[in-house]
């Protein structure tokens, strides 16, 4: 009776003596020893436990959860052995994690397992609401999430609520691949996240196309939120989308700038989409190429003085059919038209080759006057187009200044041929354009028939001065038979 009387004190006042290991012996309750002891006894007081069957019913269920925590091939404890012990909060929703952390933690004494069953409840109900107390890194460590620190913190909540993530083995693949994606962000020596790190952090649009440039941009960027990621995969796939699909929304300057591509200003985006579209350009790394090379061209179409672009420069940007032939005419015209646009050079290129090839083989199609526009030979005209085109031809002119010099003598020949108080032309006008035997000696008379005959063609004036120096070496050589003869 002394026994019973101890534990029944005790049970309502635990500033009594508390019940010793006989006394639980003498009352006929095994399996109370001395590591269980207080937490028989505290549960006593805390329940106010007064009957030998309940108390019974304490002792059992606690060797129970004791034994799984040294031993999870034991069976595992049920919610009613914890609600024995004084442990509310377990049910059939969160009995396994429970057991998983009694398990794993050997949590042998009942304040240990409240406290896990206390931040296990936290963590699911935020999870389930999100206006609920939001879990602190000491409720992830007590549930048996590891990893949880101050910097992702925010990124963990974000993704239990979200992701409305219940159980402790969720919340500890979330925080891994959140912790693998900050790891690679600060130092890309680490494991490279996976696209399905990038999952489990609730990044869903990752995939085997496009993680090489989203773990780039991690890495450049140091991004290491996952708003931040997301908004780079926004921006990622809106390029991608539009490169496979004009039809789909054009990127925007920011698109641009928030996956690395720094170069791209408002002056140059019409032309990096238009790229972007024309070329397929999916990858950060080659959409970097593209605009610097843009870049290139548009600078040294503003100021000669910068870097002339290459040939790659060209191919970079969409331009081709630019050689080594013909790449310093095509650069004269960037710079003198401050020429800035794909479309504008591709014009510029195809009107200069245009113009090469039937210098080449006049069998190919003839250079229209818009050509030679194009192409900044200004004083081309529709009156001198087909003289123009015939010394390209004769004399295989392929460079732009070359033709020029051509037009601007065929151009004093033609105006002096239409005012003789323009500027006459001298012999060395005649001969850029194609019209031999003019010299010194019959300049004068040959720039009268091209005034009194309004001579403007070539070969009219080629034909008058074949039939001047033949007259000329005629009377030249009855001359000296005369004076021989004297």
């Not at 490279?192 to 991690?218: E, R």
Request: hydrophobic fraction near 40%; charge should be negative; charged fraction near 20%.
């Amino acid at each position: 009776m002394a026994s019973v009387l101890t534990i029944r004190t005790y049970a309502s006042d635990n500033t009594q003596t508390a019940p010793a290991l006989t006394d639980f012996t003498k009352l006929g309750i095994n399996g109370v020893d001395a590591p269980n002891l207080a937490d028989i006894n505290q549960e006593i007081n805390v329940q106010t436990l007064d009957t030998v069957n309940v108390i019974r019913a304490l002792v059992s269920s606690l060797d129970v959860i004791r034994t799984y925590a040294t031993d999870k091939t034991q069976p595992a404890p049920s919610t009613t052995e914890y609600s024995d012990v004084g442990i509310s909060g377990v049910d059939a929703l969160n009995l396994a994690d429970i057991n998983q952390q009694v398990d794993e933690q050997s949590l042998i004494t009942i304040d240990g397992i409240r406290d896990v069953v206390n931040s296990v409840n936290v963590i699911r109900t935020y999870a389930s609401d999100n206006s609920q107390t939001v879990p602190d890194i000491t409720d992830y460590a007590i549930a048996g999430v590891s990893g949880v620190d101050v910097d992702n913190l925010a990124d963990i909540n974000q993704q239990v609520t979200e992701q409305t993530l219940l159980t402790i083995d969720e919340v500890r693949t979330l925080t891994s691949s959140i912790n693998i994606i900050r790891a690679y962000a600060q130092d890309n020596t680490a494991p490279a996240p996976t696209d399905i790190d990038y999952v489990n952090v609730g990044i869903a649009a990752v995939d085997s196309f496009n993680l090489a440039d989203v773990n780039q941009q991690v890495d450049e960027q140091s991004l290491l939120a996952v708003e931040d990621i997301r908004t780079l995969l926004a921006s990622l796939t809106t390029i991608r989308a539009y490169a496979n699909d004009n039809t789909q929304p054009t990127p925007v300057l920011n698109d641009y700038l928030t996956v690395g591509v720094a170069a791209v200003d408002v002056n140059n985006l019409s032309e990096m989409n238009q790229q972007v579209d024309e070329q397929s350009l999916i990858t950060v790394n080659y959409m970097r190429t593209v605009v610097a090379s843009l870049n290139v061209i548009r600078a040294y179409a503003a100021d000669n003085t910068q870097t002339a672009p290459e040939l790659s420069d060209f191919v970079n940007t969409g331009i081709t059919n630019v050689t080594a032939d013909n790449i310093a005419d095509i650069n004269q015209q960037i710079d003198e038209q401050s020429l800035d646009t794909v479309n504008a050079i591709r014009a510029l290129t195809t009107s200069i080759n245009i113009i090469r090839s039937f210098a080449a083989d006049n069998s190919q199609p003839a250079p229209v006057l818009s050509d030679y526009q194009t192409a900044g030979i200004t004083a081309v005209t529709a009156e001198n187009l087909a003289d123009i085109n015939q010394q390209v031809d004769e004399q295989s002119l392929n460079v732009v200044d070359e033709i020029r010099t051509l037009a601007t003598s065929l151009n004093i020949i033609r105006s002096y041929a239409a005012d003789n108080s323009q500027p006459a032309p001298d012999e060395n006008d005649y001969s850029i354009a194609g019209i031999t035997g003019v010299d010194t000696l019959n300049l004068a008379e040959i720039n009268q028939q091209v005034d009194e005959q309004s001579l403007d063609v070539v070969n009219d004036i080629r034909t008058m001065t074949e039939s001047m120096n033949i007259i000329r070496a005629f009377a030249g050589g009855q001359y000296s038979a005369s004076t021989k003869c004297e």
